[in-house]
């Protein structure tokens, strides 16, 4: 928020800007699942940069942040139905 001195120097009400709620879904959950796998490469990088770095502990503590996102992202997908066997299958 900032202050507009013009007008008394009350901070604007940024709540009620429409501009701001256009997005459906602009929570913390449907944002990090909008961009899951943005998040997943950039902690896969600070991950990498510690392990340069000589913190092989720290870089796994962020792999386990990752990997946690990632089974939690597969776990809200809708299983896709088993397609039947064909024969192509069965030929191996």
């Known amino acids: 928020m900032t202050a507009d001195p013009a007008a008394g120097g009350e901070p604007a009400d940024e709540s009620t800007n429409d501009s701001t709620n256009d997005s459906a879904d602009e929570t913390v959950g449907g944002l990090a699942q909008l961009y899951l796998g ?49 024969n192509a299958d069965a030929r191996g």
């Not at 870089?59 to 089974?71: H, N, P, Q, S, V």
């Open 38 to 86: 943005n998040i997943l490469y950039a902690i896969e990088l600070a991950a990498l940069s510690l392990e340069e770095r000589g913190d092989p502990a720290a870089a796994a503590f962020y792999r386990g942040i990752a990997r946690k996102l990632a089974e939690a992202h597969g776990r809200s997908r809708p299983q896709r139905p088993q397609r039947p066997p064909t």
